[in-house]
C-alpha cells in the first residue's frame, strides 16, 4: 500500500523552509489536505493545555482542551474559501499512550467545528505495517507530500518534500484505503477515551510535534 514510499526521493526542508512551503503550496489551491498521523508519543510545548497535562493536571488540561477553538475555525472557513477538503486519520495504538489520550480531546473540538477526522485502531492494519508503521504524512492534492522530520532531541526540526507525482498518488490511494477502514470519531471516542483513568504526565511523552 506504502511500498515506494521508503525509497521515494526527497528534499530535506528545515522547519521555517516547511512551514513557508506548506503556506504557498496551500494558498495555492491544491483540493485537498489528507493527513495521516501515526506517532503515538509527542510534545506541545506551548499548548497551554498540553503543558498542564504535562505537568499532571488533567482537570485543567480538559478545561483547556479548546484553547484554540478559534483558530480552528479560521482554518476551516480558509479551507472553504480555498475549495480545500481536509481529512485526517488518526492511527491508535493499544494501550492508549497518554499523549493521544490528550490529543483526542483537542481533535474533538476540531470535529465539533466540522473537521473530517477518523480514528483506526493499529491493530486491524498490523498485515500492512509487517515491514514498518505506515508514514506519518500531510499530502497536498497532486502538488506535494511532507513527511514531518524530528531531531536526535525529539524536536520537529523540518519535513521531508517529496514531489513525485507518482510516489504521492501511491500514498494517497493507501490513504483513501485506510481512511475507508477508518472509525467515526465520536464513536471512537465514546468508547475507546472517554472511560480512561487521568492519563499520568509528561514522563510518557517522547517527541515534540509539529503543528502541521
Known amino acids: 500500500m506504502f511500498d515506494s514510499f521508503p525509497s521515494g ?12 512551503d506548506f503556506g504557498r503550496v496551500y494558498n495555492s489551491g491544491v483540493g485537498f489536505l489528507n ?17 498542564a497535562f504535562a505537568a499532571g493536571d488533567w482537570s485543567k488540561a480538559l478545561s483547556l482542551a479548546d484553547e484554540r477553538r478559534d483558530d480552528y475555525a479560521q482554518e476551516l472557513q480558509k479551507a472553504a474559501r480555498l475549495g480545500v477538503r481536509h481529512r485526517r486519520l488518526r492511527v491508535v495504538e493499544f494501550p492508549v499512550t497518554p499523549y493521544v489520550q490528550w490529543e483526542f480531546f483537542v481533535l474533538r473540538t476540531r470535529v465539533d467545528l466540522g473537521d473530517e477526522i477518523k480514528a483506526l485502531d493499529a491493530r486491524g492494519i498490523s498485515e500492512i505495517e509487517k515491514d514498518g508503521p505506515v508514514p506519518e504524512v500531510v499530502i497536498l492534492g497532486d502538488a506535494v507530500m511532507y513527511e514531518v522530520v524530528y531531531d536526535d532531541d525529539g524536536n520537529a526540526a523540518g519535513a521531508n518534500r517529496f514531489t513525485e507525482r507518482s510516489l504521492i498518488r501511491e500514498t494517497s490511494l ?5 481512511y475507508k477502514r477508518g472509525e467515526d470519531f465520536y464513536d471512537f471516542f465514546a468508547r475507546e477515551i472517554a472511560p480512561l483513568a487521568p492519563p499520568p504526565g509528561l514522563g510518557a ?8
Not at 9 to 20: C, G, L, Q, V
Not at 39 to 50: I, N, T, V
Open 35 to 51: 493527513k495521516l498521523e501515526r506517532g503515538q508519543h509527542f510534545k506541545e510545548r506551548g499548548f497551554a493545555s498540553w503543558e
Open 9 to 20: 526521493a526527497s528534499e530535506r526542508m528545515d522547519r521555517p523552509a516547511y512551514h513557508a
Open 174 to 178: 493507501g490513504f483513501d484505503a485506510l
Open 205 to 212: 511523552q517522547k517527541s515534540s510535534r509539529d503543528s502541521r
